[in-house]
């Protein structure tokens, strides 16, 4: 069964950085992973995209990290991070991944969430 299980969370002063993993468990040799995102959801709030990195490695941030986060993976690894950097407490949310996972020589993906992981930025 494929999971994916999110760490790097935590507390951190406005300025500070931490760095998000999720990695993929489940994953026989005939499966492929395509496009993996970052999202958050911040309490009273709907989740919201923060970075997408596309099969071919291009990446795709929300207007309002641009610049201070960056999206990368490990294919090897089967780990997507988010690097995040000069945070603020508007950044403060619960982030969870997504990731599109198909077989080998079939074109439908599915679609799978982790459990989430708080930051909470203090000001």
């Known amino acids: 069964q494929v999971q994916l299980v999110e760490s790097g969370g935590g507390l951190v002063q406005a300025g500070g950085s931490l760095r998000l993993s999720c990695a993929a468990s489940g994953l026989g040799s005939n499966f492929r992973i395509n496009n993996q995102g970052w999202y958050r959801q911040a309490p009273g709030k709907q989740r919201e995209l923060v970075a997408t990195?596309?099969?071919?490695?291009?990446?795709n941030y929300a207007d309002s990290v641009k610049g201070r986060f960056t999206i990368s993976r490990d294919n090897a690894k089967n780990t997507v991070y988010l690097q995040m950097n000069s945070l603020q407490p508007e950044d403060t949310a619960v982030y969870y991944c997504?990731?599109?996972?198909?077989?080998?020589?079939?074109?439908?993906?599915?679609?799978?969430w982790g459990q989430g992981t708080q930051v909470t930025v203090s000001s």
């Open positions: 990195i596309f099969s071919g490695g291009s990446t």
């Open positions: 997504n990731a599109l996972i198909g077989r080998l020589g079939r074109l439908d993906l599915t679609e799978y």
